[in-house]
């Protein structure tokens, strides 16, 4: 190999390693970048979806739990519970528990559910209610 034909390769190689990171460092930027655009497209098309027309709160008595039910079973039967009485209440067939509402029933295991429970629930125009935790005055 001649001395031209190293300097060729030098200068090939520190312009490739250039142009690499910069389509990395490209890359990286455009998938951290695209996660939040989607999360807050996801965010306001969950608010649009949803439009309520009665919103009631609730506190929910689940003293009879702790009474009717075996130890073991007590938080499955507190989430039937608050099911069926906003059901009841709300004059709802379809009812949907919310992740904060399931992890407040179940934050002392399954023996030891909460005596009584605020809740916030929200009916669509549709007839499904869906149940929040309620808001902290």
């Not at 906003?86 to 709802?92: G, L, P, Q």
């Not at 399931?102 to 009584?116: H, V």
Request: no cysteine.
């Amino acid at each position: 190999m001649s001395e031209n034909d190293k300097e060729e390769i030098e200068e090939t190689a520190e312009t490739t390693d250039t142009e690499t990171e910069a389509t990395i460092e490209s890359e990286h930027a455009d998938k951290v970048e695209a996660p939040k655009e989607k999360e807050e497209k996801a965010e306001g098309e969950a608010e649009e979806e949803i439009e309520v027309v009665e919103e009631r709160t609730y506190t929910i008595p689940l003293q009879h739990v702790h009474v009717v039910t075996p130890r073991i079973r007590r938080a499955p039967r507190s989430v039937r519970d608050v099911r069926a009485f906003i059901a009841r209440h709300m004059s709802a067939e379809e009812v949907s528990i919310s992740n904060e509402v399931n992890e407040l029933l179940w934050a002392r295991s399954i023996n030891k559910p909460p005596r009584r429970i605020k809740v916030r629930a929200v009916k669509d125009k549709e007839g499904k209610v869906i149940v929040y935790p309620a808001k902290a005055a």
